[in-house]
């Protein structure tokens, strides 16, 4: 099977570089299987899963939302963070969550609710993966 280039950077520098099978992601307008060969592509990314295949297993990662760039058997991400499925530590997430929790539920005008959401939806996601087989 063809294989197409995938390349994700962070704020931190480039994150991971690989050649895949499938680049499945999930975007604003829906989840979305990429292919070699695939048409040229600009979408923006959601806080959600991604997987891939590489060197024959599949990969799962946590997204943070961003932007996929396909074109010329390329993928490029951007994205503000990403974890694979091992990298994830279930403590660090689980207080993430709760302190999402504890500013959500607050009453202070000085939080931005906003963001508390969007930390929230990322520790659910990173939690959420973790729990899969």
């Known amino acids: 099977m063809s294989t197409l ?23 604003n307008d829906g989840d979305q299987g990429i292919l070699a060969h695939h048409m040229p592509l600009v979408t923006m990314l959601k806080i959600g899963k991604m997987s891939t295949v590489e060197n024959g297993k599949r990969e799962e990662y946590a997204v943070a939302g961003g932007l996929l760039y396909f074109r010329d058997n390329t993928a ?22 709760k302190r999402a929790e504890e500013r959500l539920a607050s009453k202070d005008p000085n939080i931005d609710m906003k963001r508390a959401q969007a930390a929230l939806a990322k520790a659910l996601n990173r939690l959420e993966l973790t729990h899969t087989k």
């Open 5 to 27: 280039h995938v390349r994700i950077v962070t704020p931190h520098g480039l994150y991971k570089e690989f050649d895949t099978e499938i680049l499945n992601v999930q975007t």
């Open 76 to 97: 490029e991400i951007l994205t503000d963070a990403i974890e694979s499925k091992d990298e994830i530590n279930v403590d660090r997430a689980e207080a993430a969550k």
